[in-house]
C-alpha cells in the first residue's frame, strides 16, 4: 500500500508542477505551488480510501483500474473547494474539470505502470 501511495503523492505533485509550468509560473510559484498541491493530497486522501483505490488486491486486477479515476473526479471538486478556502478565492468550475481529468489520466497511468511492474502475471 505504501508504494500505492507514495505513487499517487508524486504523481499529484508532477501534475501540480504541470499545470503552474503549462500557465508559465512554474519560477514564480514558491509557496503557492503549496496552495495547490496541499489541498488535492487532502482531497485524494479523504476520497481515495472509500473507493478502494489503496486496495492491494484490487489494484493488482487491470479490470480494477478504474478505481483511481473514479476518485480523482470524486476529489477534484473537494479539492477545489478547499484551494478556494485557502485562498480565499471563487471556485473556477473550468479548473475543477481541468484538474480532475488530467489528475484522472495522470492517476491512470501511474496504476498501470503499478500494475504492469508489481502485479502482472500473478
Known sequence: MLVLMVGDILTLLLVTIYGFARHSTLDTAGVRMLATFLPLLVAWFLIAPHLGA???????????????????????????FLRGLWLNTPIVPIFVLVMGGIGAVA???????YWKLFSQGK
Do not use: H, K
Open 54 to 80: 489503496f486496495d492491494l488486491q484490487r489494484a493488482a486486477e487491470l479490470r480494477q483500474v478504474w478505481r483511481p479515476v473514479w476518485a480523482m473526479l470524486l476529489a477534484a471538486p473537494l479539492f477545489a
Open 107 to 113: 492517476l491512470l497511468l501511474w496504476r498501470m505502470i
